[in-house]
């Protein structure tokens, strides 16, 4: 099982420009979850999902949109990127009835 | 806001030394867990203790909870160099929803 993978590991966007972060995981897991981590701070929740077709949202929402149409995939668009959404971020799962989360590598974005 | 809380915010130890971090939140919460983040890599799960739990061992970690106290703490035993990394508590009500401290930073010196 590869777990839980993400790309790109990089980028660098321009100020309003839209980018989506893709996530997938192998494990059937049905919670799925994103992530950012800033310098010095732990993860701050962005947006969820508790299986195919359900998200909400968690901490800091705005300015990122999510979809979930299968378990496997769940991707993160950033709409109009800023600054401020400079960031490393991760996305992570867990299985049903299990509470521990398994982590992606991360995406370090940086926006000019 | 972040729930937990995490002192020290770095220790640095000998190898071989005991290193002891703490974990503090603020409301009730149905299990507490401890992750560990190697520099530019993503979080690894490490242990996660219930409420109703009050000590709860894994190989060389020993996890407390105190829920009158809103308090948790992590020792890592006869410590080593791979054991430096960020370590941080994460509480939540469900799997989906973690809610992660700013971290310790643990620091091995050889």
């Known amino acids: 099982n590869a777990g839980v993978t993400q790309t790109p590991k990089f980028q660098v966007l321009k100020t309003g420009q839209s980018m989506t972060l893709q996530c997938a995981q192998d494990?059937?897991?049905?919670?799925m979850s994103w992530y950012r981590q800033d310098p010095g701070m732990g993860l701050r929740l962005i947006h969820y999902?508790?299986?195919?077709?359900?998200?909400d949202q968690g901490e800091v929402p705005n300015g990122y949109n999510v979809s979930r149409s299968t378990t496997e995939d769940f991707p993160l668009r950033l709409l109009s990127a800023a600054p401020s959404q400079t960031s490393v971020y991760f996305c992570a799962s867990s299985g049903t009835n299990r509470h521990e989360q398994f982590f992606g590598p991360g995406t370090r974005l940086t926006v000019l | 806001s972040q729930q937990g809380e995490e002192d020290p915010q770095a220790l640095s130890i000998q190898e071989g030394e005991n290193a002891t971090m703490n974990c503090s939140y603020k409301?009730?919460?149905?299990?507490l867990q401890w992750y560990r983040q190697n520099s530019g890599r993503g979080l690894v799960h490490l242990i996660l203790i219930r409420s109703n739990e009050r000590e709860k061992h894994s190989g060389r970690l020993r996890v407390t909870l105190d829920t009158s106290k809103k308090s948790s703490s992590l020792l890592i035993t006869a410590s080593r160099a791979a054991d430096t990394a960020s370590y941080f508590c994460a509480t939540g009500q469900g799997a989906q929803k973690l809610v992660f401290g700013q971290g310790t930073r643990l620091t091995i010196n050889p």
């Open positions: 999902s508790v299986g195919a077709g359900i998200t």
């Open positions: 409301t009730s919460i149905n299990n």
């Open positions: 494990m059937n897991h049905e919670y």
